[in-house]
């Protein structure tokens, strides 16, 4: 198999061919023979329609229109991305009757019928449909001369929910019987135990549903007496009538919405919505509305329909069906948007439930919702203007899981480890799947083609309701029919690039996870976790090119919290079609209503994983995210089995990359040299490895496959540059590292600054002396600044590309307290391309403690107290120490050193130990620094050398673009002495 085949980056090559049109919704799923109407608007308006067939089917459309309309079609094999050429089919083209008569489908699969408008004209149209299936989808027969090396004795496709029944015969073996019947279909073997009937000599096979379109192979199991099989199967296709549109599944939820004496105003301009209904709200706030039938507690979402904000959630009890509606009813509906439970069954959501509403950070966030109200009802829940409220919850939710206390180490369970293979009796294997995602395995013979695709199944327990979990290891076994020869079996967890090509099986396994994923998204949104067919999901989305490449992204970064977020964005983009999916509905009232509840319900999940990740209140053992990034992505064994057991096994997987990049800073025009020599391969020594580099992590390889683990590289723009590199080893397997350097860093990056205080540390103004003497002045434009206590930290306006945000030292508690409050703010600030200068020097004269705030500093950077009298510059080639002696002094250097980095930090300066305490890194699109130096201390008293009294101007000029300054004039040591809790002792 080719190294592009097995790239996982690769899609983003050819991430185009997964969106015909991103913004197209699917407006109805067809049967054999349906039915639509629609109306096309003009120029960009289309409908779009799905149906599903088999190679050879004959498809014929009818397309009526009116109004001026003059109708044209398209149809687009999704499987393969690529338009059915049906111009020699097509009748009516230019008229308002347009007919595509009997055009054969090239493969079986999904396919997408896309109705139109010539030159823009408008009307509406009705557009029939009807699927001619091939002979062999309905009757099967075959005769076959048996030998013991028989494999496959026939295959067919079919459309799931296919009827099959039939017999095999054996004719000409002295009275054998046929050994165990396999069938196999696109998701892996099913099992007929209960359907088969031996008569001997013969076996009947009772009707049984089969569960997804694709090829089924039937096949005998064990050594076949020579002789001929009869095989005579009868294929019933569903049925061919109805207009795709079966009825939703819903219920009523009924309840009285109880508003706050802050919030009743809002009376009678809320709506209700659930996955499955929307209704007003009256003035007295009784309400009812459909709704999906519950599988565990229920949040419903109330709306101001002005604003079109969500503002109060309520909450269904699954046991009695009640709903409750208040605040405290919304506090719990939050507490229970937590990733972490999506394996939870309802015994541990309950003890999880009762340990976060009895805490006291649950009661803190009843009174911040409550303050939240009383200030705006509609912005209550909106995270960038209610950022205290997100704070609150993140703690409700980490106090409730560490109520049920920790768990003992996970040990060696198989965290690690691949699917790998087990030998049973007879022609078969079993794969063992230790981890909590899909697989999909396939394997070649001497001919190097892949076959016999089938889905690896996948567990989901909890054994233990801890923090962290503590998983079951009990892992699940899939059966696949290998036979005898000499095999290589390839086992992947998926690709983007196949993604709804069922046939692959990467596009297999990546289809299920990816439906997988919503399914457990939408249990958490909304109550209900839906058992519907995952491989159905290509017949009712679209696939977003740009999502598709961030999803890529965030995996590649193995951030699991970002690949929650987009996943969301997803399902809010695609709300319509997932609903008809869900639901099995597509009446336009449900789908619409579905639509607005998955936007709302979405943003909320999103800012509360913003905030669990900001507050680093995540945890690596998370369920079944946290498998889509650290789960190998690939394995190969090589097998040889004969007579039914295996008598030769040996097994290959990816490299594991590293990658150190020297310098791990610089400037535009700096030659950084990456290293991936530490690279480790359990076949190949590092010197037969082959390997390529991208250096913008934007889906174009720079190199070409070269063997060498070394490169350099320029780059001619500044930012946060992340850099992948690709291993490959002999036999084609794949593995990815990344790094990430500072190329010019937040330099020049602010033309405005806002200086939050509520005191002068250290008794100084340093900071606004400072901004004058670099040409700033008081005000609200370019080149001024503004001072603003930490009152207004949650309501202060905070531009991106504008805002340099400083925040200072030495600050009484209030000041630690309203930061920590507003602190989600601030770190989505930067993310969206704003520059923060974080002074984390506190205790020091106005006493003020970050730990006791309960801070975490931005990028989750952990502070540690260590008064040092030297530092030393570990970066002199870098703009921000230019001029600086390598050695400074003062009574104290530093307060703070610093550990957890993010990934491509700079170092500017050490203390004694060789310990970090000034840092640079990337946030999003943005920059931090953050300094362990009192500056305003040093900037304004001189103890022993004057050279850190420059920091404050550098670090400052550095992000206005102003450039290095001197030194501000000083005071001497006789001055008003080193900076302390009082004011005589050292400072701190």
């Not at 799923?29 to 120029?43: F, H, M, R």
């Not at 439970?341 to 409550?370: C, G, H, M, P």
């Not at 980095?901 to 920059?927: A, N, Q, R």
Request: with cysteine.
């Amino acid at each position: 198999m080719s190294a592009m085949r097995r790239s996982r980056f690769a899609m983003l090559l050819g991430c185009a061919l997964l969106a015909t049109d991103a913004a197209a919704q699917v407006d109805s799923v067809l049967p054999l023979k349906g039915s639509y109407t629609g109306v096309i608007d003009g120029a960009g308006s289309d409908s779009v329609l799905r149906t599903e067939g088999v190679a050879g089917s004959l498809l014929t459309v009818t397309v009526k229109a009116k109004n001026g309309l003059i109708p044209v079609l398209s149809l687009l094999n999704l499987a393969e991305g690529e338009d059915v050429d049906i111009s020699g089919y097509t009748t009516g083209a230019g008229s308002s009757k347009l007919k595509v008569l009997k055009v054969p489908l090239p493969r079986t699969g999904p396919y997408e019928l896309r109705v139109a408008g010539v030159d823009a004209t408008a009307g509406n149209f009705t557009l029939t449909s009807v699927i001619k299936l091939p002979g062999d989808a309905k009757k099967v027969k075959a005769s076959v001369q048996a030998e013991e090396t028989t494999g496959t004795l026939v295959s067919f496709d079919a459309l799931a929910s296919t009827m099959l029944s039939g017999s095999l015969k054996l004719i000409g073996a002295g009275g054998a019987n046929l050994p165990d019947v396999i069938l196999e279909g696109p998701l892996g073997g099913i099992d007929l135990t209960t359907k088969l009937m031996d008569k001997g000599g013969s076996v009947v096979l009772g009707k049984f549903e089969l569960p997804s379109i694709g090829t089924y192979r039937v096949s005998l199991a064990g050594p076949v007496p020579e002789g001929t099989v009869l095989v005579s199967l009868k294929a019933k296709p569903p049925k061919a009538g109805g207009s795709g549109k079966p009825s939703a599944l819903v219920e009523v939820a009924a309840g009285h919405l109880a508003l706050p004496p802050s919030a009743a105003a809002l009376a009678g301009q809320l709506e209700v919505l659930t996955l499955a209904g929307a209704s007003d709200v009256p003035v007295d706030g009784g309400f009812t509305v459909e709704s999906p039938p519950a599988s565990t507690w229920q949040p419903l979402i109330f709306r101001e329909k002005t604003c079109g904000k969500p503002v109060f959630l309520g909450l269904r009890d699954p046991k009695s069906g009640e709903v409750q509606a208040d605040v405290q009813s919304t506090a719990t509906a939050l507490v229970l948007l937590n990733p972490y439970l999506l394996y939870a069954d309802e015994a541990q959501r309950e003890d999880y439930l009762a340990a976060a509403t009895t805490s006291s950070s649950f009661a803190n966030l009843v009174a911040k919702l409550n303050t939240a109200y009383a200030t705006d009802p509609c912005t209550a829940l909106d995270l960038n203007a209610h950022p205290e409220v997100y704070t609150a919850l993140a703690e409700a939710m980490v106090a409730a899981l560490e109520a049920a206390g920790p768990s003992p180490p996970l040990g060696d369970g198989g965290l690690g480890d691949p699917p790998y293979v087990v030998d049973e009796p007879g022609p078969g294997i079993t794969i063992i799947n230790p981890r909590h995602v899909f697989y999909a395995i396939a394997k070649a013979g001497l001919d190097g083609v892949f076959v016999n695709a089938q889905r690896v199944e996948r567990k989901e327990a909890i054994v233990v309701w801890k923090w962290p979990f503590e998983f079951s290891l009990d892992p699940a076994e899939t059966s696949y029919a290998l036979g005898d020869g000499s095999f290589e079996l390839w086992i992947t967890k998926g690709s983007l690039l196949k993604l709804f090509n069922m046939q692959d099986p990467e596009g297999l396994a990546a289809t299920h996870n990816l439906a997988q994923s919503i399914v457990y998204l939408i249990e958490l949104l909304s109550g209900y976790l839906p058992k519907i067919p995952l491989e159905k999901l290509p017949l009712y989305i679209q696939l977003d090119a740009d999502l598709v490449v961030d999803l890529e992204q965030a995996l590649i970064e193995e951030d699991v919290t970002a690949i929650i977020e987009v996943i969301v964005e997803l399902m809010q983009d695609q709300a319509t079609g997932l609903a008809k999916w869900l639901l099995a509905s597509a009446e336009e009232g449900a789908a619409e209503a579905s639509q607005e509840f998955l936007k709302a319900a979405g943003g909320l999940l999103k800012n509360v994983a913003f905030a669990l990740k900001v507050l680093e209140a995540i945890n690596e053992q998370g369920p079944f995210f946290w498998d889509l990034v650290v789960a190998p992505q690939e394995v190969t064994y090589h097998v040889t089995q004969s007579a039914g057991v295996i008598t030769s096994f040996d097994v290959n997987t990816a490299p594991v990359v590293t990658v150190d990049a020297d310098p791990p800073a610089g400037i535009v025009g700096t030659n950084f040299v990456f290293d991936a020599s530490g690279t480790v391969d359990n076949a190949d020594p590092v010197s037969s490895l082959q390997f390529r580099w991208d250096f913008e992590a934007d889906g174009t390889w720079d190199t070409s496959w070269l063997p060498m683990a070394a490169t350099s590289h320029a780059f001619d723009a500044p930012g946060a540059k992340t850099v992948i590199a690709a291993a490959m080893d002999q036999g084609g397997l794949i593995g990815f590292g990344t790094t990430v350097v500072n190329v010019g860093g937040g330099a020049g990056t602010a033309s405005h600054v806002k200086l939050f205080r509520d005191a002068l540390p250290w008794d100084t103004n340093a900071t606004v002396t400072t901004l004058t003497s670099l040409g700033f002045a008081a005000g609200t434009g370019p080149d001024t600044y503004e001072v603003l206590p930490s009152s207004q930290m949650a309501t202060a306006s905070l531009i991106p590309g504008e805002d340099l945000v400083v925040i200072s030292n030495d600050q009484p508690q209030v000041f630690y307290d309203n930061y920590a409050d507003a602190h989600l703010r601030f770190v989505q600030f930067v993310q969206n391309g704003g520059s923060l200068l974080w002074g984390a020097c506190d205790l020091g004269w106005k006493g003020g403690s970050m730990a006791a705030a309960g801070i975490v500093l931005p990028g989750g950077v952990v502070p540690s107290y260590s008064y040092q009298n030297w530092n030393y510059v570990v970066a002199p080639d870098l703009p921000l120490m230019a001029g600086l002696p390598t050695a400074m002094d003062h009574n104290y250097a530093s307060h703070e050193r610093f550990t957890n980095l993010p990934l491509g930090t700079t170092t500017y300066m050490v203390d004694g130990s060789g310990l970090p305490t000034l840092i640079e890194f990337s946030l999003g699109l943005g920059w931090v620094i953050v300094t362990g130096q009192p500056l305003e201390h040093q900037a304004t008293y001189v103890y022993g050398a004057p050279d850190m009294a420059a920091l404050l101007p550098a670090v400052l000029g550095y992000f206005t673009g102003a450039g290095p300054q001197p030194p501000l004039g000083t005071v001497t040591a006789g001055g008003p002495g080193p900076a302390s809790a009082g004011t005589g002792g050292p400072h701190r």
